[in-house]
Structure formats: structure tokens, C-alpha cells
């Protein structure tokens, strides 16, 4: 049987458009040609095709469509597994929340096309410049989440400093000639914290404190790296 709405041949339709965990993705429907590599999971029954041809996501998806990442809820039970086994195993872990700058501005002086181009290219040069054992979602909004697996504090911080400086040097100007994007972020690998959860809380403060010393920087509570 198949969902209310859904033609007889959705299986097939689903299985043609699936892509398994760790497969890399050059193209996939509702990506606008945005290239996004590494572990992207099209999980099944997750599209369907819907009026005028048109795939569109079925319910429990683990990515969004605008920026190909995974979604806030699949972070969150891979984060919840990477922390209890970085405890387990004695396994450093690193967690950073990444928030760009300004966002609100270019989506009001820029226009909100413009935005959402901003978001997809951030994803995808999050995406291609982590190592394949790290994970990265897009946690709502301009906010992105990165777990930096088997790395500690100074390596992952070394890698979001890589990130930023990435973000930071894309010609913007391709996209639209008053555009500049920067990211501030937040880091937290201390895994006495009790939980990914907790984890998190800290790298959100760092990330204040990146915000505040002046945007564009990584913070890792003990050393900020600025632009």
C-alpha cells in the first residue's frame, strides 16, 4: 500500500532517487546543482512524486532540501551515539555550532534569493572540507552544526579555523557585488559535560562570546582565533 496522494509507481520513483550513507552526491532533486559530497543518507520512502512530476519529501526525512544536509533531528541522534562512544572509548569529540554573520542584513538589503544561495553555498563548503568521519546539519536557520570525530580541542579548532577562512574568502561577489559572508563559531570538547546536549550549551556560549569580541572568529572558551 502507499501513503494518501502517492501514485502506484512510487516505489520505484523512490528507489531510482535513493542514495546510501556515505555515498557521494555531485546532484539530487531540490539541489539547484549544488555539489554536496560525503555522507548524505536518502533514506527510503523519503521521496515521492508529486504534482507535475516533481519529487517532493516524504515524512521523516533526515536531510532539508535547501542546503542537502542533514536536519537537526538526525544530528542530534548521531551526536547523542558519537558522544556516548567517545566516552566509552576514551575517544576525544568535538562539537561546534557555526552561526554566519549578519545574516538578517542580506536577506533584507540583498533579497531572500540571495540568502538562500548564501546557505547552500556554505553547505557545500562545509560539506567538501570536513573529513569523512566528521558529520555537519544545518540546525535551522543560518546555523550550522559540525561533530568533529577522534579530534581534540586544538585539532578541531585548527579545522573550524580552516572552515571559517574557506567561508570567508568564496567570491561572494559572483553571487551578488555587495555580498560578504562571514561565520562566527563556537567550540566545545569537553566531554565531562555529561552530554552532547550540554556539549552543545557550551560551544552556543562560545559562539556568544565569538559574536561579541566582533564576529568572524572561532572561540573555543579558551582562545579565539580572529579574522
Known sequence: SHPIGLPADADATIAAHEVHPGAAVDQFPGSRGVRTGGPLAFTPRLWATGAGGCLRALPGGRFGLLTG???????????SRLYAEAVRYGQPLTLVIADLDRFKQINDQLSHAVGDEVLRVVARILQENIRESDLVARYGGEEFVIAFSH???SQSYQLAERL???IEAHPWHEIHPDLRVTTSMGLCADLTQGGFEQMLSVADANLYHAKSSGRNRVCSGSEVVAA
Open 69 to 79: 544536509l542533514f536536519n537537526r533531528r538526525y544530528f542530534d541522534e548521531h551526536a
Open 151 to 153: 579530534a581534540t580541542g
Open 164 to 166: 571559517r577562512v574557506l
